[in-house]
């Protein structure tokens, strides 16, 4: 698998993990992003399940440790 197919579903992560207001919800949040994103990288590598838990992991991980405003996505498109 290239990192060029790695990259944008790993910055998607982090960047959605950071919504939560506590780090228990952005590492529940970041968990269920990763094993989605992994397993679906993971099919395309042909181990679907390998994929999902080790994108559980890291999704966990960077939810656990993001912080609400190291994320500015700046001003909203409806605003």
Do not use: E
């Not at 207001?21 to 590598?45: F, H, V």
């Not at 991980?61 to 500015?72: C, E, F, L, S």
Request: proline share 6%; glycine share 16%; aromatic share 4%.
């Amino acid at each position: 698998m290239s990192f060029t197919r790695f990259a944008p579903v790993a910055a998607m992560a982090v960047l959605l993990t950071a919504c939560g207001t506590n780090p228990a919800d952005r590492a529940i949040s970041g968990a269920g992003l990763g094993a989605a994103s992994g397993a679906a990288i993971g099919a395309a590598a042909g181990n679907p399940a390998m994929g999902a838990a080790i994108g559980a992991a890291a999704g966990g991980i960077a939810g656990a440790v993001t912080k609400p405003d190291q994320v500015d996505l700046g001003k909203p498109v409806w605003r």
